[in-house]
């Protein structure tokens, strides 16, 4: 039985919405909600095709307006274009602006500040979003659905861990910013600690991941996956990435790659384990230099 490209299955359902469609639906939806007759089987391919929605704002934003001009919508392709664009830096802003929370969180000196971040409430009347800030990682999930707004990584808060909502958008981000501005202003967090190095895993675990998952370059992939490219690269003794799917190499060999795989060019590929301070930080550093993560 032949397995689809899941390339060529993203495309398609890029194709069945209409680029135009995808961004009006995504913009308007997220945030002004002011258009209420979709199409409901383009809204069901919407909702299937949520991992690739990134690829496709980016994709979007790169195509002529004269293209987008030929769907059948209220809107120009110069309008799509814009919203496209704003998207995109909403997305960016997004994430620098949750990693900055994400750091405040353990400076917070009073409990009650958690307590309140992980009220449904108080986060909806403080930052507009329908989710508790915070999920207790103790907390068994009420469906799979609510988990999904939450980040993998938890943070510690007070000896116990907390997963951030992921769900900002548009004014969230302005009353987040003013929240975490209020707190520093009234004395609310404890001063900020010179952070000891990092270690290179932790690196490769967050920048390094974060910089393969933004690639667009198929051939670089190729060659990460290349035993005697990463030798030459990082110093490493394996590939620096390998097939999720690979079945190769036997249990001694995939020990020597993380298990949570990293999604690339809508494939799925886990990184190896294997690198040492001598011989492989210098060259992963430089390397993630050059792509701009530091």
């Known amino acids: 039985m032949k397995h689809k490209d899941p390339n060529s299955e993203a495309d ?166 003013k929240w975490m501005k209020m707190r520093e202003e009234r004395g609310d967090l404890l001063p900020s600690k010179v952070r000891p190095a990092e270690k290179i895993g932790e690196i490769v675990q967050g920048k390094f991941r974060d910089i393969l998952a933004e690639i667009h370059d198929e051939r670089l992939v190729d060659n990460l996956c290349d035993k005697e490219y990463s030798q030459a690269l990082f110093g490493l003794s394996y590939a620096a990435l390998m097939p999720a799917v690979s079945t190769g190499g036997g249990d001694k060999f995939h020990v020597r790659y993380y298990v949570d795989p990293v999604k690339i060019l809508g494939k799925e590929y886990r990184i190896c384990n294997d690198w040492y301070e001598k011989r492989s930080r210098r060259k992963l550093e430089r390397w993630i230099r050059k792509q701009g993560g530091l």
């Open 12 to 177: 398609e359902m890029l194709e069945t919405m209409g680029a135009a469609w995808f961004i009006a639906y995504t913009y308007y939806k997220k945030k002004l909600k002011e258009l209420s007759k979709w199409e409901k089987a383009k809204v069901d391919v919407f909702n299937k095709s949520k991992t690739h929605h990134k690829e496709y704002i980016r994709e979007v934003a790169e195509m002529r307006e004269k293209k987008l001009d030929k769907e059948e919508l209220p809107l120009s392709g110069a309008e799509i274009l814009r919203m496209a664009e704003e998207l995109q830096t909403q997305k960016r802003v997004s994430k620098t602006l949750r990693d900055k929370f994400r750091a405040m969180l353990p400076r917070l000196k009073d409990e009650e500040f958690v307590r309140d971040l992980c009220n449904i409430k108080y986060s909806k009347k403080t930052f507009g979003i329908p989710y508790a800030m915070l999920l207790p990682v103790s907390e068994k999930a009420r469906c799979t659905r609510l988990h999904a707004r939450y980040d993998e990584d938890p943070v510690m808060v007070f000896g116990k861990g907390y997963r951030v909502c992921k769900e900002w958008f548009g004014k969230n981000l302005e009353s987040i910013e």
